[in-house]
């Protein structure tokens, strides 16, 4: 008995010393820097830099999270990383100037925004196939795809459209007037509205799309503008966007303003704005959906948000000019 006890008890030690670490990765994309700094979730001291190919920007996880795809702008390159040797381990031809990607629930597919070509480029994850490309407007830079992997979003800067794409046809079904310079798209848990941000406009757009049969009559039924105690209109330009775990709130990076604006999603109206460094751009929800971290391009540095009293804890540093937030659990 005492024997067998023994060896259940080394067992256990031997699964337990065997057993991966659950903490939190973070990954920044650095635009100036080429690299990609990682962090330790519980503590944020920096686990390691990897450098990529010229000018990351959009970093999304797969979603078994074993794969960090990095769009190099640049390089015109996407480059794939292990997320557990933290090593580029291989490259997919992404098209020119990929700036942010969308992949599917089963991480089988990525669509990819080509800046300077106007089109989004569908590829197989796996063999790195290009399966289809799709004219969009000019300049299109957001990315996303509607939970049940029907349709895809994609945002084009300079035709201020957002396209929609439907993904078993991967053809073009329709594409929404949006204000000035959109940059990122997100449908809601529900797949009922469509949100998408405009630098520019300094807007956000809340497109219904109920009718999700007929992506033709989907439309514009809200614009949410923001406006801050002695900040220039021009200084609050919405960039990135993350709905909270339980999808009631919107975070929204507002750039030169150097705030984050949280917007309650049902009222459609701002409830506070949290002070950030400078520049915020894109930001992540951590898997517990207790913290948000957003990256702040001109101090290089990444601040956490607490989501529950809406306050900023702290500001930790990475590289130069952080544009991008991914974060795996």
């Known amino acids: 008995m005492t024997r067998f006890s023994l060896a259940a008890i ?3 030690a031997l699964l337990l010393f065997a057993s991966p670490s659950f903490a939190m990765t973070i990954f920044v994309s650095n635009e100036k820097d080429n690299t990609i700094t990682v962090l330790n979730g519980e503590t944020l001291e920096v686990i390691k830099t ?3 190919a010229r000018r990351p920007r959009g970093i ?3 979603p078994d999270y074993k ?3 990095v769009a190099a702008g640049d390089g015109d390159i996407m480059d794939v990383i292990d997320t557990k040797t933290l090593e580029v381990t291989r490259q997919l031809e992404s098209g020119p100037d990929p700036e942010l990607m969308a992949v599917d629930s089963k991480g089988d597919t990525i669509y990819i925004a080509n800046e300077d070509d106007s089109l989004v480029t ?3 994850v796996k063999s790195g196939e290009v399966l289809a490309e799709v004219p969009v407007g000019v300049e299109p830079e957001g990315m996303v795809v509607s939970s049940d992997d029907r349709y895809t979003a994609a945002t084009s800067e300079s035709t201020s459209m957002a396209h929609i794409i ?3 046809s991967k053809a073009l079904v329709a594409n929404v007037l949006v204000d000035s310079r959109p940059r990122e798209a997100k449908f809601t848990k529900d797949n009922k509205e469509l949100w998408v941000s405009s630098e520019v406009g300094g807007t956000i757009s809340v497109i219904d799309t109920s009718n999700w049969d007929d992506p033709g009559s989907w439309k514009v039924t809200k614009k949410i503008g923001f406006e801050v105690q002695g900040v220039r209109p021009e200084q609050l330009q919405p960039v990135g966007m993350d709905f909270s775990a339980d999808g009631k709130l919107a975070f929204v990076p507002l750039g030169p303003s150097n705030r984050v604006a949280v917007i309650d999603t049902a009222t459609k109206e701002v409830k506070d704005y949290i002070l950030v460094g400078q ?3 894109h930001g992540e929800l951590s898997p517990d959906g207790k913290k948000y971290y957003v990256a702040n391009g001109l101090t290089n540095d990444l601040t956490v948000i607490d989501v529950e009293s809406l306050k900023a804890e702290k500001s930790v540093p990475v590289g130069r000019l952080p544009w991008g937030v991914a974060i795996m659990p």
């Open 10 to 12: 080394s067992a256990a």
């Open 50 to 52: 990897i450098k990529t």
């Open 60 to 62: 999304i996880l797969s």
């Open 67 to 69: 794969e960090l795809f």
């Open 122 to 124: 569908i590829m197989d």
């Open 166 to 168: 439907d993904n078993g």
């Open 279 to 281: 520049r915020p751009w």
